[in-house]
């Protein structure tokens, strides 16, 4: 049998556990990290592609901003995709303007940055934006974009030319066995190793290896669809752009006074309601524009109720509802794709200790690229001084 010795081993090369092995190896451990597909094919690699701390409620924008200033770091030193281009909140009506200004006042609490923009300066900075639509906006300069199915093989490259992680794809982890001080972790392929500590960052290999627990938690699964149109000629949209289904939904506004009672006027019966539509764009590096997203839930135990169709119904009305936000050069859509993420019903994130050297941690839901780097660095810390 081939072994490996390690101090820490992480299951699964999402963001979550490739910056769980970031923070480990910049502390000085030997860290390999499994993977086992050649890349990451979950969450990681089919999100939007933005880092919004401003969309979170205190405790994950704190995260969040973190994340930003190690994003930053790295860019500095190593291209992974990191654009420093802002976010900004497009309020449609009086409702969604009441709301971003109660929240551009609670980020002066909180000393982030964020900056009220008129109507005529919304229009000016935003190619497209319908004069319609837009009453003024919230931006947030220091957000960024990514591009997600990059930046997770360029940090991984990262890490492994200047930090020397041990990165092993195709890998499918098949049991963990406590052995004194130390876990033997063995693959099907028969290669072993041997670690102080494991971290189980990936849902999949969490449902392989611990079944029971896994059925027993209070995981569900969200299915995201998006959509990405054909690069656009001679047009470039400066930043996220996210709107007013956007207000509606995002956390952060659940902590403005106003919130409740605009939410309690709602139409529980309407399309976006159904299927947790809200209208965001992003232009990516060879000038489309992607275009999402929907949420629909199920059981992590029943996962596969979801299924891997899209709903035209679903990108029908998202691009519907886009055309009435901002005048693209083309609307022609040459991807469509599900992303899959897995969030807890009661919890922030699921942790769950195995025994004193094999934890879980995963279910972070649709905050892993804002707020993975951040968490992770807390988490770990947690976990080793166990």
């Known amino acids: 049998m081939n072994t490996n010795t390690y101090d820490l081993v992480i299951v699964g090369g999402g963001a979550l556990g490739t910056f769980h092995a970031y923070h480990a190896l910049i502390q000085g451990l030997s860290v390999a990290l499994i993977e086992k ?24 924008q704190n995260y969040g901003r973190e994340s930003l200033k190690i994003y930053k770091s790295i860019q500095a030193k190593f ?3 990191i654009r420093q281009n802002g976010t900004v909140y497009i309020a449609s009506n009086e409702e969604e303007l009441q709301l971003i200004e109660e929240l551009h006042t609670i980020n002066k609490k909180n000393n982030y940055e964020s900056a ?44 492994v030319k200047d930090f020397g992680l041990a990165f092993f794809s195709n890998t499918t982890v098949t049991n963990t066995t406590e052995l004194n001080d130390k876990v033997l972790i063995t693959a099907s392929s028969g290669k072993a190793f041997y670690a102080s500590k494991v971290i189980i960052c990936n849902g999949s290999d969490f449902k392989a290896l611990y079944p029971e627990v896994y059925n027993d938690s209070d995981l569900v699964v969200s299915k995201l ?102 005048n693209l050069p083309t609307y022609t859509i040459q991807n469509r794709w599900a992303g899959f993420y897995s969030q807890c019903k009661t919890t922030d994130v ?18 892993g690229m804002t707020a993975s780097a951040g968490f992770a660095k807390n988490s770990l810390t947690r976990i080793i001084n166990k």
């Open 350 to 367: 699921f942790e769950h200790k195995v025994s004193n050297n094999v934890h879980i941690v995963t279910g972070i839901g649709g905050k």
């Open 79 to 81: 291209d992974i995709s």
């Open 37 to 60: 597909d050649t890349h990451p094919q979950g969450a990681t690699v089919r999100n939007f592609g933005q880092v919004v701390p401003s969309g979170m409620n205190l405790k994950w």
């Open 116 to 159: 009220l923009l008129t109507k005529e300066a919304c229009l000016t900075k935003y190619a497209g934006l319908k004069n319609e639509y837009c009453k003024a906006g919230l931006f947030f300069p220091q957000e960024v974009t990514v591009e997600p199915r990059t930046m997770i093989h360029k940090l991984r490259e990262y890490m």
């Open 225 to 326: 669809q998006m959509l990405q149109t054909k690069p656009q000629k001679n047009y470039t949209l400066d930043g996220s752009i996210l709107t007013g289904l956007t207000i509606r939904r995002y956390e952060s506004f659940e902590e403005c006074p106003s919130y409740k009672t605009i939410k309690a006027q709602e139409n529980p019966n309407s399309l976006e309601k159904k299927y947790g539509v809200h209208i965001l764009f992003k232009q990516a590096l060879d000038g489309s524009v992607i275009i999402g997203d929907s949420h629909e839930y199920a059981s992590a135990k029943h996962s596969d109720q979801l299924g891997y169709d899209l709903n035209m119904d679903i990108d029908n009305f998202m691009i519907e509802e886009a055309k009435k936000i901002i």
